[in-house]
């Protein structure tokens, strides 16, 4: 057996669709938690509780599956726990402490162009035009869509900004992964093993940090762990498998752009409670919902 296999390219069916609309959803909210979880951790706080929360989460699940788990696969469930979680949970966080979530927002819409590349380059999936042009018109319509946001703006310290583009570069390795090396491999299963071995570290530093004390002795200290909770269970528990679970329906550049939708999502509930969709964003949510369908072959 080969030790690397070759992406496949499936067409999604309505269940794909659905897991991707749920992940839109989701991660719709994660970056606005985050800041909540700012105002009273530092980041890397931020970044250890959201990865400690999940790791304690899934540990019953790693431990009763323990003696079912392929550990031929240990590096790459590694890569996926590292690239994918734990690199990234800091660099967001550090990087929200001096740009906003508008920008962070776009940058991070890199993802998918920065999955096809690397899975084009490294692991070889199979390189369709449908696959660019979907890629790069989701790409102009979700940089529209968040530069005519309301809060939309390059306030702060832009230069935060290459650490978004390293976390959204790490992101579309740890898809890759996923696609090449761990299509057999139940879903669940992985987001256990690779959250219980990041786990690990970020106990660690919780531990000899200043976390409690940040907990009892500011106001907002719970509510701010509250925050932090909400997203690690529902951004990170849940839609992690998801997440998975809709590379191995589909393919890694598909399910990244996932990237795409978390914008518009954003636009929407902004609709729900008053707030004005201009004709800009409408053209932008058009592109996106055109180039993720152009992607799906």
Known sequence: MP?????????????????????GLVWGSSYVLIKKGLEAF?????????????????????????????????KHLAIVGFAGSFFPAFLFAYAQTQIS??????????????????GILF???PFFWTKVVGVLVGLAGAVLLILFGKEAGVEG??????????GSLLYASSANTVGAYLQNMNALTISAVSFVLIGIPALGYLFYSDFTAVLVEKDNGWAA????S??????TVIATVVFFRLVQLTDAVFSSMVSYLIPMVAIMWGAVVGEPITFYHLIGMILILSG???SRK
């Open 3 to 23: 030790s690397k296999i070759s992406q496949i390219s499936k067409p999604p069916n309505l269940k794909a669709w659905l897991l991707l609309g749920l992940l």
């Open 42 to 74: 530092s980041p890397e706080q931020v970044a250890c509780l959201r990865i400690s929360i999940t790791a304690l989460a899934f540990l019953p699940i790693f431990i009763l599956r323990f003696k079912k788990i392929d550990w031929s696969k240990l």
């Open 101 to 118: 979530s508008s920008i962070t927002g776009v940058l991070s819409s890199l993802t998918p162009l920065f999955t096809l590349a690397l």
């Open 123 to 125: 692991y070889k999936t």
């Open 157 to 166: 310290n832009i230069w935060y900004g290459l650490l978004v583009v390293l």
């Open 225 to 228: 762990l509250g925050y932090i």
């Open 230 to 235: 909400i997203l690690s269970i529902f951004g």
């Open 292 to 294: 993720v369908y152009i």
